[in-house]
């Protein structure tokens, strides 16, 4: 059957394309449409044909496996750095909130004078502050201390108390006290290092058991201040004692 149609599909071309007889003239677009079709017929019974077609097919479909697969890759690529971004995110924000929590102690835990000294033979107690161009004021002493062009002396007076039950030399110069003064948000870190007598800083002196001396701090601050509007900071270790200066 099937070359019954290829001979019949033979002798049609004949027929036409053979300038024999006196057949009917055709337009070379209605030759082509001959040609097509006989092209077609032939094709259709070529095995090798459909094996060819059925190839392609099979690679296109290989093809798209690939790229579907290669998606798949990327789109577990990209979920595995949206994880990795929400990880840190997340961390980010406990790290944060760790630290809120770690301020907010550090704000609300509070301790006196007496709490900042309880483990020492000694404490300190704020009794005044004065503002003054020199101090001391009346030279009654070997060592006078002056503030410069535009600046005041801010004069805080201490006591330092004996609490070890016995007479002791009490030396405050090693014993890593800090202090500092804050004016209306302005903070002056270190107070000045002078030769007066009494300097809390260098203080050296033996106290009998449960009795005081005096002792000072001085600040150089802006000359407009007023110390009513102060905080003297005193840290010992890791803790810190706010006085509100009067």
Avoid: W
């Amino acid at each position: 059957m099937k070359k019954r149609y290829i001979s019949c599909a033979i002798l049609l071309s004949a027929c036409l394309l053979t300038g024999c007889g006196s057949g009917i003239e055709l337009t070379d677009e209605e030759n082509n449409m001959v040609a097509e079709y006989m092209a077609g017929a032939l094709l259709k019974y070529d095995h090798g044909y459909k094996e060819a077609l059925i190839e392609t097919d099979i690679a296109d479909q290989e093809d798209i496996g690939n790229e579907n697969e290669q998606n798949s890759i990327v789109s577990k690529d990209e979920k595995e750095m949206s994880n990795d971004i929400n990880q840190n995110q997340s961390s980010d924000t406990l790290n944060s909130e760790d630290k809120k929590d770690i301020s907010k102690e550090n704000t609300e835990k509070s301790y006196s004078l007496e709490e900042l000294f309880e483990k020492k033979d000694y404490s300190l107690n704020y009794k005044n502050s004065e503002l003054c161009s020199s101090y001391p004021e009346k030279e009654n002493g070997y060592f006078i201390v002056e503030a410069t062009a535009g600046k005041k002396l801010a004069v805080i007076n201490l006591t330092v108390r004996n609490i070890s039950g016995k007479t002791k030399n009490i030396n405050l110069s090693n014993q890593g006290i800090g202090y500092s003064l804050a004016i209306n948000g302005k903070v002056y870190d270190k107070p000045l290092l002078t030769a007066i007598m009494n300097d809390v800083q260098y203080f050296s002196d033996t106290i009998t058991a449960g009795k005081s001396k005096k002792a000072v701090l001085v600040f150089e601050v802006d000359k407009k201040v007023k110390l009513s509007d102060g905080t003297l900071s005193i840290s010992v270790d890791d803790k810190t004692v706010n006085v509100k200066l009067k």
